[in-house]
């Protein structure tokens, strides 16, 4: 699902090709398991339905996932949040992937397009997140995913879904992360503007971990703000993500290909296919399909080590 306003031109075939590329890695992994005979079935998956409700599966997502709302605050920043909730993602056996492109920054899709996107498979389950999107944001879309992957439903995914489905992936994710209650504080006292607000959910989100648009747009969904409030409020987030993401580019120095590549696959897929090229169900050039790099780049990327 696209986000309002958020179509570019040639943005959705790109997100098409992006799709069918997942989809060719999801199918040799899953390949590769069976032929290990590593493809018990995840018992997670599609395991969930809409009528049990949003606490139901939010309870039985923090119990597989053995993480919840307060070990997520206990971390130090928003970015260590989500490698711990991402980590918590692939010891379940769900496969977290960084991804805003197609391998060159000519073909990044911006967030407004998609945040992320969830393939469901019983047995090699990917979720993909928009790199491109702040890094505040991650955690929410991956709880929005797997919440997907917990119904047994693909799809593409963002803010204000009209569609229950989605509406009810979102309510997941928010609950996960925030009690209702703790919205509470916003009614002490009359909001002057904007700006006031502003900054309110500013302090708010950072003390929780937590990104700016996701409290804004529960705020919406409590009928706390009105649609004109929250609409003004996601584009002033939306022009400070932008400045952020220019002030990143323009930063001193570059970090080594590898780390960044690993760290956009996971460290859930790079054993996974250290694993099985060991075990010789999956060859060197289908490791690099997997990992989206060529196969002379494949050893170093998940030993660390040059390639012969």
Not at 94 to 109: E, P, R
């Amino acid at each position: 699902r696209t986000l309002p306003n958020g179509k570019a031109a040639g943005s959705e075939a790109v997100l098409d090709a992006l799709l069918r590329d997942v989809h060719v890695r999801q199918g040799l992994v899953r390949a590769a398991l069976e032929e290990a005979e590593e493809d018990t079935p995840l018992s997670f998956v599609g395991s969930a339905k809409i009528s049990e409700g949003v606490n139901a599966l939010v309870t039985r997502m923090q119990e597989v996932l053995k993480f919840s709302k307060n070990g997520f605050r206990q971390t130090p920043n928003v970015a260590d949040g989500f490698s711990g909730l991402r980590a918590a993602a692939e010891r379940t056996g769900v496969f977290v992937l960084l991804m805003g492109n197609l391998g060159s920054h000519h073909t990044d899709i911006d967030a407004r397009v998609f945040r992320g996107f969830a393939l469901a498979d019983d047995v090699a389950p990917f979720v993909i997140i928009n790199e491109k999107d702040s890094r505040a944001a991650w955690s929410f879309t991956l709880l929005h995913e797997l919440a997907h992957i917990w119904l047994g439903q693909s799809g593409i995914s963002g803010y204000d879904g009209e569609e229950e489905v989605e509406k009810f992936c979102d309510s997941v994710a928010a609950r996960f992360l925030l009690d209702p209650v703790e919205l509470e504080i916003f009614d002490e006292h009359v909001i002057a503007g904007i700006d006031d607000m502003k900054a309110r959910i500013e302090s708010f989100a950072t003390q929780r971990n937590l990104s700016r648009k996701m409290v804004a747009y529960n705020l919406l969904r409590s009928n706390r703000i009105n649609r004109s409030m929250y609409k003004n409020l996601s584009d002033a987030f939306d022009v400070d993500r932008m400045a952020q993401k220019q002030g990143q580019r323009k930063g001193d120095g570059a970090p080594n290909y590898y780390v960044v590549k690993r760290h956009r696959i996971g460290t859930g897929l790079v054993n996974v296919v250290r694993r099985l090229i060991a075990g010789g169900a999956l060859t060197t050039t289908k490791a690099g399909r997997v990992l989206g790099v060529k196969a002379t780049a494949v050893n170093r990327l998940i030993n660390g080590t040059r390639a012969a």
